[in-house]
């Protein structure tokens, strides 16, 4: 047999191979193209070409487009805390009947100076030197539990001719306490200042400046002013005393509440300088600030506005 006769037939194979497979090949890219596209939704086109490509909706596509409406994810609350100097509005609770003063309304260039946490034994006495050299008056937020600590203390402020405000009884977190909680820790530190100096506070502050519904509701009953601040150095955390002067120099302006520390709430008590609830920080800023805020020209008056 001649080798063409063998090659001609192979070749006629192949051929008809070759157009099977195209026709395969030509069904399947037909049922392809065939194929539903994935649903969109509702008066959404599947596919729509915009300015960006294939695959993007035009903007007038997109103004029509009724997207499905995802469910809400919930906003956790977070936990009040102090905030950073001259940020912290009143923490308040979401529709409170009530509202804290953040500053003082007494003309131009006049604010307020305000101690939290003491008594303290050491501290506070130097703190009176220093507004007793200046002649400025001041408000003292005490806490119940050094009220009875340190009487002594709490008299000398009050013969100073500085007024004493209510800062809770143990310094607990309002959030955490019922209604007659709260009262609890506000009526006994009112009845012991007023036992111990004969000064009945009307001024109350809320620990860390968290102020409750429950809080303004029992403030409203026993006749207290809620205040709050706007400048806080965060003396409290011992940044340095230059530290505490530049915040305040710097955040202060008309109207102001300026939040110091003169104490803190310890474990026993306060003994001499250096030891816990040691605030001469504070009282170092104090003796540098106030006389350049005196020579700026600031005056200074109480939040009840005496």
Same mark, same amino acid.
Not at 129 to 149: E, P, Q, S
């Given at each position: 047999?001649?080798?063409?006769?063998?090659?001609?037939?192979?070749?006629?194979?192949?051929?008809?191979?070759?157009?099977?497979?195209?026709?395969?090949?030509?069904?399947?890219?037909?049922?392809?193209? !065939?194929?539903?596209?994935? @649903? #969109?939704?509702?008066?959404?086109?599947?596919?729509?070409?915009? =300015?960006?490509?294939?695959?993007?909706?035009?903007?007038?596509?997109?103004?029509?487009?009724?997207?499905?409406? +995802?469910?809400?994810? +919930?906003?956790?609350?977070?936990?009040?805390?102090?905030?950073?100097?001259?940020?912290? +509005? %009143?923490? &308040?609770? #979401?529709?409170?009947?009530?509202?804290?003063?953040?500053?003082?309304?007494?003309?131009?260039?006049?604010?307020? @100076?305000?101690?939290?946490?003491?008594?303290? =034994?050491?501290?506070?006495?130097?703190?009176?030197?220093?507004?007793?050299?200046?002649? $400025? /008056?001041? /408000? *003292? *937020?005490?806490?119940?539990?050094? $009220?009875?600590?340190?009487?002594?203390?709490?008299?000398?402020?009050?013969? #100073?001719?500085?007024?004493?405000?209510?800062?809770?009884?143990?310094?607990?977190?309002?959030?955490?306490?019922?209604?007659?909680?709260?009262? !609890?820790?506000?009526?006994?530190?009112?009845? @012991?200042?007023?036992?111990?100096?004969?000064?009945?506070?009307?001024?109350?502050?809320? %620990?860390?400046?968290? *102020?409750?519904?429950?809080?303004?509701?029992?403030?409203?009953?026993?006749?207290?002013?809620?205040?709050?601040?706007?400048?806080?150095?965060?003396?409290?955390?011992? =940044?340095?005393?230059?530290? $505490?002067?530049? !915040?305040?120099?710097?955040?202060?302006?008309?109207?102001?509440? $300026? @939040?110091?520390?003169?104490? #803190?709430?310890? &474990?026993?008590?306060?003994?001499?300088?250096?030891?816990?609830?040691?605030?001469?920080?504070?009282?170092?800023?104090? !003796?540098?600030?106030?006389?350049?805020?005196? &020579?700026?020209?600031?005056? *200074?008056?109480? %939040?009840?506005?005496?």
């Amino acid at each position: 047999m001649k080798v063409e006769q063998v090659i001609a037939p192979r070749r006629l194979l192949l051929t008809i191979g070759s157009a099977t497979l195209l026709c395969a090949c030509g069904r399947a890219a037909t049922r392809a193209s !065939r194929a539903p596209a994935p @649903l #969109a939704p509702a008066g959404e086109p599947s596919d729509s070409t915009g =300015p960006d490509g294939p695959g993007t909706q035009s903007p007038s596509a997109e103004a029509t487009t009724a997207s499905p409406t +995802p469910s809400p994810t +919930p906003t956790p609350t977070p936990t009040p805390t102090p905030s950073a100097a001259g940020t912290l +509005p %009143p923490a &308040d609770t #979401a529709g409170a009947a009530g509202q804290a003063d953040t500053m003082v309304h007494a003309g131009p260039k006049t604010v307020a @100076l305000t101690f939290d946490d003491g008594p303290n =034994p050491i501290d506070t006495p130097r703190i009176l030197d220093i507004l007793h050299k200046y002649g $400025v /008056t001041a /408000t *003292f *937020f005490m806490i119940g539990m050094n $009220v009875r600590r340190y009487p002594d203390t709490v008299r000398d402020v009050v013969a #100073a001719g500085h007024r004493v405000g209510n800062h809770s009884w143990s310094h607990p977190d309002l959030g955490t306490l019922s209604k007659a909680g709260v009262r !609890r820790e506000l009526e006994r530190t009112s009845d @012991l200042i007023a036992d111990t100096c004969g000064q009945h506070p009307v001024l109350f502050r809320a %620990p860390g400046g968290h *102020f409750t519904r429950n809080s303004y509701a029992v403030c409203a009953e026993l006749g207290l002013r809620s205040v709050c601040w706007d400048v806080d150095p965060e003396d409290w955390s011992n =940044p340095g005393a230059g530290t $505490v002067v530049q !915040r305040v120099v710097s955040d202060i302006r008309t109207g102001s509440i $300026v @939040l110091n520390h003169d104490g #803190a709430l310890t &474990d026993g008590l306060i003994t001499a300088p250096g030891s816990d609830g040691d605030r001469s920080q504070t009282v170092d800023a104090l !003796r540098v600030y106030l006389p350049q805020l005196i &020579d700026a020209g600031y005056r *200074f008056t109480l %939040p009840d506005g005496s």
